[in-house]
């Protein structure tokens, strides 16, 4: 952080906080932002949460709840074309939240519950 931003913070905290010593409090908030920074958790919820965030993908997570199922029968519920389904599942998949095998001709999914068991312990863990 640059020494100019770092004096407008300053100034800003000795506003906002009731506090006596505004180099002394701005160095614990600094603390606390790089032990945040140096937590690699929040690497792996970055990667759930973005994975999630997809309507269609979050749909398909609740789809694969029930039963593992085929790209055509994914297709057939979410209205989508194969390459749209293999896009989100491509991306589900490098979370680690569902994977993929040959059944036959076709490739079969399910959910890796185990792994969105520890994301959702890590995500309560980290925020809660």
């Not at 603390?31 to 309507?55: P, V, Y």
């Not at 989508?80 to 994977?99: F, M, N, Y």
Request: proline share 1%.
């Amino acid at each position: 952080m640059n020494i100019k931003h770092e004096k407008e913070i300053k100034i800003k905290l000795i506003k906002c906080e009731d506090i006596e010593n505004s180099d002394l409090h701005f160095k614990k908030l600094r603390a606390i932002g790089d032990e945040l920074i140096q937590n690699n958790s929040f690497e792996d919820l970055t990667l759930f949460l973005n994975a999630l965030a997809n309507k269609k993908r979050l749909m398909i997570v609740n789809i694969l709840k029930e039963k593992d199922r085929c790209v055509c029968e994914l297709e057939a519920v979410l209205d989508e074309s194969q390459p749209s389904i293999s896009h989100h599942l491509k991306t589900l998949e490098s979370a680690g939240l569902i994977r993929g095998w040959k059944k036959g001709k076709f490739t079969h999914y399910d959910l890796v519950e185990d792994k969105i068991n520890s994301y959702l312990e890590l995500l309560n863990q980290e925020l809660v």
